[in-house]
């Protein structure tokens, strides 16, 4: 799986949109970008996913960029239980199998 | 539908024992996957079980193991508990392998005295 970079921190006012950024380089062909997060104590949570088309759900757009070497997770409207590690991942699917690999993540924190 | 719900929550064991962890994976999910996490190394990886099979196994040494029963609730163990084996330990299901989709559990958290 390609490699992922993120910030290791950002801080964003609460009720602003949070634009997390990830690059992905090296991403292949074949490859989809997954957003995770992890509230502190809890496990990870599933967010979004994309293989090139820009995607949106109740919980967060991704955009990815044309090149698909970066992608931008957007939180439209950030509140303090947004506050978490934000994890990019960059994965091959099908028979592979479920394996996910995580890196440092962005941790952020969302202020009143 | 419930979550995917671990067993113990918390638990504390000294060096050398061995230690059970369980996972009860949401319905009708037949992939368990299991990842430890800790402060230094962040999440990783340990192994992923689909049908009762292991499918694939992380860099880990063979004092952790871990197996899948026919109703897809899966355990694991560590053997000759070290102080480094302190962790979170993460269990998550999917309803298909290949899927990216993961449902993790709140975790079991092991303290190794």
């Known amino acids: 799986d390609a490699k992922t970079t993120q910030p290791p921190s950002m801080d964003c006012a609460e009720g602003r949109a949070a634009n997390l950024p990830c690059n992905h380089s090296t991403i292949s062909g074949n490859e989809y970008v997954y957003w995770y997060r992890q509230i502190h104590s809890q496990g990870p949570q599933y967010i979004i996913h994309g293989l090139k088309n820009n995607e949106t759900n109740e919980m967060a757009s991704l955009i990815i960029t044309e090149d698909r070497k970066s992608s931008t997770l957007i939180l439209p409207h950030a509140t303090l239980r947004d506050t978490a590690v934000y994890y990019c991942i960059v994965r091959v699917e099908g028979n592979a199998g479920n394996m996910l690999t995580f890196g440092g993540g962005t941790r952020l924190m969302v202020k009143p | 539908k419930a979550g995917v719900t671990q067993t113990p929550r918390y638990l504390i064991k000294t060096r050398g024992q061995q230690v059970t962890l369980s996972c009860s994976p949401i319905s009708g999910h037949r992939s368990v996957s299991w990842y430890q996490q800790t402060p230094g190394q962040g999440l990783q990886f340990l192994f992923e079980y689909f049908s009762e099979t292991q499918r694939n196994k992380g860099n880990f040494p063979g004092r952790f193991s871990g197996r899948q029963f026919s109703n897809s609730r899966s355990e694991m163990n560590v053997s000759t508990l070290e102080l480094g084996d302190s962790a979170l330990y993460l269990c998550?299901?999917?309803?298909?392998?290949?899927?990216?989709?993961?449902?993790f559990g709140e975790g079991s958290r092991l303290t190794v005295l």
């Open positions: 998550a299901s999917s309803y298909r392998v290949g899927s990216g989709e993961l449902f």
